[in-house]
């Protein structure tokens, strides 16, 4: 498989949540221009980001909505189970660990690590909140596949270099910060502002 | 202007916080394939992306990173201020509401709205949370340029329809449901599953 880029990834899961949609709804195919359509982009763009994947399409018929739906599934590795660990059990890790989507999708997480005495020892469903001294340890003995960093920006650094040395190989940061990860290391920074620099712009013209 | 999709938009949001942070290092020229290669994606594609905007760059010594990023700060309507109101006052809410990259790029919350009797009438800052009953009642009287929707899914519906008709353009929306608006209002639904599907399909590589 070519190297293909986190825009295409993206992309992917668009055509995921608009292909769920349209199965809910009894839509048995759908046209790349359609789904060009719904996902806001060009059917040329369509057609080039499925074509890495294989061929799906019939010409003239267009794509099976649950075919095309199951490929996804499948390429983004949905059809499975993925373990995570929380840093930062403040406001934001709270409204992670209770969101829905994500345990739908198949992500749970089964371990929490904060640093504030009030929180350790306390469980959030039955997790329990574990201080951050201790996540090393924890990880090397029950390691997850991805580790989600809510914490201050400050504490973000030391966690990413705990997490290498425990050897977890997916990392999720919502702290803003910019971070760097050894090579075999996936790392995405998420960061809230950028929906809304997508709203700015369109407001401003 | 031609139309430009949301993921050219993105890219935008992504080349400014990497020019932020090449100012920040005094670094002051970068060329198509560093900044492409710093933002995982094709020079071409950069220098497709920036030729919308008219043209930055010089051939042979690339873009100025101020420049450039000064260039971007305007595109994105980062230049000024925008108003906001947050509906739903639960954990994610907190998060946004506290989240302090949101003021630095000139996004701050005027308006917090929530049913939860035990949370109306009080304050966080300076702002009052109000009942969500009077929400159209107070955005008529006191607009916002975008809306924040951190509610449960099944709240949300109700809450495009009142924003529609309090006359609201630009709404963030973060319940896991799609949701649909009339032309001239700009919606953006923000999953927070996205980047964890990202994850997971390097991870499955």
Redesign the interface.
Known sequence: ?EK????T??????Y??ILL?LEKRGIPTVSSARLAELG???SAQVRKDLSYFGNFGTRGLGYSVTELKNAIVE????NRQ?TMALFGA???G???F?????RE???YFKHVFDVDPKKVGTKWNDVDITHQRNAEEVLRRDPV??AVVATPPEAATDIIELLVRAGT????NFA?T?LTVPDGV?L?N????????????????
């Open positions: 498989m293909i880029s986190e825009f990834v993206r992309r992917l899961s668009n995921y949540r949609d806001g982009i060009t390429i983004l590795g949905l993925w403040g406001s934001l709270h409204a992670l209770f969101h829905e989507g994500f999708d198949g992500f596949h991805i190989k997916g990392i999720l803003p910019q996936w995405r998420v960061n809230l502002a950028v929906a809304l620099e997508s709203l700015s712009f369109y407001l401003s013209m």
